[in-house]
């Protein structure tokens, strides 16, 4: 439902597994009607009303940071005057840790996290070089059940800066280690530069976030080896000769990964060579990714300087108009990923041979057979 309150339109939704939406429906209606305009009677800070969701791209990145810090700012004192009285909260300078757990597990968490942007500053000095990354809320549950309270209302906005997690009591170690991962990862990329995230093809967004899952902190840094699950899917592509090669994947859409859990594997094992294995040194593969970026980046760039101011003429009237607009803007985004893709392999890949192509293949099998 959208509600329309002249200065703004406020859409709410429901999400429910299919076989149960009989029975829910009438209780989502029912929630839905119940809501109501009011009239403000007290003026609200931008922030908090939720102006600011929408500004991340101010005319330079001082204007930028000057707003991260407020929002950053604003976000903390906000997370420490709502702390529940038995629960913790420490100050690292780096980040602001709320805990509901032992000391020791609240620190092996903030390490994890900690050692995932030092990799990403490393690895990623490239991107958003210039943009600040506003210093995240690690708030670690005790329990799962505690975790989806806090979930539940922390959907994506550009003034959530938490890094959710909990204690694991399920066996579910691995789950809750990738998924504080891949969360720091696409927090820290997000806050460098959002397009360029959103826009990277599907091999490398979902490689990176296979190869993240089963990242460990280990002594002083992260350490990238595939879990059992991946070893497995592997060994059977590998016998069964249905194994993608390299030179494969850089042509499939999220349309050819579908259902495909083998290919998700796979996806992985390239992105670790590539980033954390044997092809970060190779001298055909060396410096690819950040080639392969700098390219897509460029090419945005270039498409957003093409793109023409929008007439305000032009603006859906009624919710009919404004879904026919959505659908004609997917379309078109659709058209423009698969042309910027194309592009994207051609500026890359522009001075490689069949010979090269082969020796990639070549290499990447020796490291996973």
Known sequence: W????????????????????????????????????????????????????????????????????????????????????????EDTGRFLVLSHVKKKHAKDVTDQVGKMFDWLEKNFPYIGPEEYVRRPIIRICQSREELGIFQSGSGWSFTNIEILTCRDTDGLSNYYRGYVNDRSFRYWFYERDRELYMRIPTWLRRGIDRMLHSARVKG?????????????????????????????????????????????????????????????????????????????????????AKEEPEDEADEPMTEEEEDAAFK?????????????????????FADWTEKDWDALDKAYLKTIQ
């Not at 009677?41 to 940071?65: D, F, M, P, Y």
């Not at 810090?69 to 005057?81: D, F, S, T």
């Not at 997917?330 to 500026?347: D, V």
């Open 2 to 89: 959208v509600y329309h309150l002249g200065h703004a339109d406020v859409a709410v939704q429901f999400e429910c597994l299919e076989v149960a939406y009989p029975k829910l429906k009438k209780e989502f209606q029912s929630r839905l009607k119940s809501f109501v305009a009011i009239e403000r009677t007290e003026a609200k800070n931008a922030s908090s009303i939720g102006l600011k969701e929408v500004i991340n791209s101010a005319n330079s990145a001082e204007e930028r940071k000057a707003l991260r810090l407020e929002i950053e700012k604003e976000q903390h004192e906000k997370a420490l005057a709502n702390l529940p009285e038995d629960w913790s909260s």
């Open 328 to 348: 004609a803007r997917q379309n078109a985004w659709k058209e423009r990923a698969e042309g910027i893709a194309e592009e994207l392999l051609r500026r890359t």
């Open 220 to 304: 002083n840094k992260l350490i990238f080896e595939p879990d059992q699950w991946e070893k497995t899917g592997l060994r059977e592509a590998l016998r069964e000769g249905t194994i993608t090669l390299p030179s494969q994947m850089f042509h499939l859409t999220d349309a050819d990964w579908g259902d495909n859990e083998t290919l998700y594997r796979e996806y992985g094992a390239f992105t670790r060579y590539l980033l954390a294995g044997k092809g970060a040194k190779n001298k055909l593969t060396k410096g690819l990714v950040e080639r392969y970026l700098r390219n897509l980046h460029d090419i945005l760039e270039e498409e957003k």
